[in-house]
């Protein structure tokens, strides 16, 4: 499709003179000869790219630009003079103009121009349209009382530098307000750098958060720049802070007081300038007690505490919820839209979502993928849900059954070999993590595996201590 070109000029030789380069390059024109006409085709035809005179009758061409922004802020503009000086090119830019040419136009720089400026604006336009797609993606969705007091207390903190410890369930939506508070805040144009502190394995968390110099430690081929340092200007979201090492809650303390940080390897001090939001679903006070966590790190870190509640205390908001990440996981899959018939909704909006907001929006995936017609049924529902329990450890399944998540079956119960796999291993570490008292870290490091890969274990296997404690 041609972009199309307004030439805003009141002489109608530059007119016919850009019309002749502009169509030759393929382009759409379309001209004015005064301001009042111009303004009146933008609003009834919306152009790609406006090149606007300077020096006008009646309306000169630094009134129509504002009028044009004022219009609309969006609109390329590109001014054209045959005084130019640098004060007017200064002004013309402060104004809303994109650049500047000065006359006589030469077509090759007329050409240059308006293709670096209608790329730029391709690229705005796609920019925005990805901030709009990820903004819905993490959305907060609902209306319960629950949530309207999470949110009042994100209005309050967004607005300040303020460090926020967020408080919740594993799956409740930690990371979700994390965002709201950044992208309300007056750091929303700069970086949201997330660090899963239980994910990383101990010995390069700190590597990861400070970053390092080449040759600091075995296997350090190149510079590193640290999570915090990424974060500069903007904010950082330590998810999971409880699961840090005393070493490495020590440096974050640091930085937290000093706002500097110094890479592995490296004696020099670098100054940041990051806005910390933190969170975990441990009670860190009694991890404090058992001097797993730092007293001094927790105060610097429980400035501005919010509870993120659980889904069982905001049911009103699970109709909504299953409506949003219905459109998602169509939008998501290609796949048709579906209606749930009101006796699921209610069922699910009945059940106790263990796993929460993560938990219920792994199901609706599952349903619209999975589920037969066009309208998902109560029979359409897993088990559990339609049962109202959450789903147990069996010791014994059918021959052909497959081992569901939240379950297992005894390795001698197992139709497969794959299965028989699958319920050893499950079998094997929630065993291990009973011995542990479901310590992740201690089990990890007795199993001989990265603490990350047992966390996948845990997702992949559905153990989870409330169920398998």
């Known amino acids: ?34 301001g009042q006409e111009a303004l009146d085709l933008i609003r009834r035809e919306r152009p790609d790219i406006v090149l606007l005179d300077i020096k006008m009758p009646g309306m000169d061409g630094m009134e129509v630009l504002r009028k044009v922004r004022s219009v609309d802020e969006t609109l390329p503009v590109v001014m054209i003079s045959g005084h130019g000086n640098t004060a007017t090119a200064v002004e013309a830019i402060r104004s809303g103009a994109i650049d500047f040419l000065d006359k006589p136009l030469s077509s090759e720089r007329v ?59 594993s799956g409740v939506g930690k990371e979700l307000v994390a965002r709201t508070i950044h992208r309300n805040s007056p750091r929303a144009s700069q970086r949201f750098v997330q660090v899963n502190c239980a994910a990383i394995p101990e010995e390069l968390i700190e590597s990861e958060l400070f970053g390092h110099e080449k040759g600091s430690f075995t296997g350090a ?51 940041v300038d990051v806005r910390v939001i933190a969170a975990t679903n441990k009670n860190l006070e009694e991890a404090i007690e058992r001097g797993e966590f730092r007293e001094d790190l927790f105060f610097r870190l429980n400035v501005i505490p919010i509870i993120v509640p659980p889904l069982r205390e905001r049911r009103e908001d699970i109709p909504r919820l299953v409506q949003h990440f219905a459109k ?25 979502w263990r796993g929460n907001i993560r938990e219920l929006r792994n199901t609706v995936e599952r349903l619209l993928i999975m589920a037969p017609s066009e309208v998902v049924r109560v ?44 319920a050893a291993e499950r079998a094997y570490l929630v065993q291990k993590l009973r011995e542990n008292n479901w310590n992740i870290s201690r089990t990890a490091e007795l199993i001989d595996t990265p603490r990350s890969n047992l966390y996948k274990k845990l997702e992949q296997y559905g153990i989870k201590q409330e169920v398998d404690g």
Do not use: C, W
Not at 120 to 130: A, G, I, M, V, W
């Open 328 to 352: 998602r996981t169509a939008e998501e899959h290609n796949l048709k839209p579906k209606k749930f018939e009101p006796s699921a909704m209610d069922t699910l909006s009945r059940y106790r």
């Open 111 to 169: 050409i240059v121009t308006l293709r670096n400026v209608l790329r730029q604006s391709e690229l705005t336009s796609e920019n925005r349209d990805l901030k709009v797609a990820m903004e819905s993606k993490y959305e907060l969705v609902g209306q319960s009382p629950a949530l309207r007091s999470v949110l009042e207390a994100v209005t309050r903190a967004a607005p300040t530098n303020a460090t926020v410890l967020l408080l919740g369930e």
């Open 221 to 271: 081929t190149e510079k590193q720049v640290g999570k915090f340092e990424q974060a500069d200007r903007g904010t950082i979201f330590l998810d999971e802070v409880g699961d840090m090492s005393q070493k490495t809650q020590a440096k974050v303390l640091r930085v937290l007081q000093e706002q500097e940080v110094e890479r592995l390897g490296s004696a020099r001090t670098i100054k």
């Open 379 to 422: 029979e359409d529902l897993p088990a559990e849900v339609r049962s109202g329990e959450p789903a147990r450890v069996t010791m014994a399944a059918e021959p052909d059954a497959p081992a569901k998540t939240g379950e297992s079956v005894a390795p001698g119960g197992a139709g497969t070999l794959r299965e028989f796999k699958d």
């Open 1 to 34: 499709m041609k972009s199309r070109v307004l030439v805003i000029d009141d002489e109608a030789a530059i007119r016919d003179s850009l019309r002749m380069i502009l169509e030759y390059e393929d382009y759409q024109f379309v001209g004015a000869a005064s």
